[in-house]
């Protein structure tokens, strides 16, 4: 089993910056990447950013390249999204997820709130 606990959400105006974290416990290493979705209310979950873990060859969606970095601590099993240059269309719940290999994602974080206010 893989554990995932998301931390760092919170308040901040645009323009600002925060932090997110997601700790991995558990067989992680035998998952292939963890990626970061968010979901606003009443849209779709999207994707956001992902990084493997062997390589740490990451990707980002299209609306935060430039401005989200995501990035790991192999030695904290922790991977952070920093997200800088926030806008309000960033507010949503954001959820770090695992999978056994590209594309599959049989293990979920609980979701921390980024909300940013205009």
């Known amino acids: 089993q893989v554990q995932l606990v998301e931390s760092g959400g919170g308040l901040v105006q645009a323009g600002g910056a925060l932090r997110l974290s997601c700790a991995a416990s558990g067989r992680f290493l035998s998952t292939y990447a963890i990626t970061w979705f968010r979901q606003a209310p009443g849209k779709e979950r999207e994707f956001v950013a992902v990084i493997t873990w062997s390589g740490g060859r990451t990707n980002y969606a299209d609306s935060v390249k430039g401005r989200f970095t995501i990035s790991k601590d192999n030695a904290e099993n922790t991977v952070y999204l920093q997200m800088n240059s926030l806008k309000p269309e960033d507010t949503a719940v954001y959820y770090c997820?695992?999978?056994?290999?590209?594309?599959?994602?049989?293990?979920w974080g609980q979701g921390t709130q980024v909300t940013v206010s205009s």
């Open positions: 997820a695992s999978g056994l290999a590209h594309g599959r994602y049989e293990y």
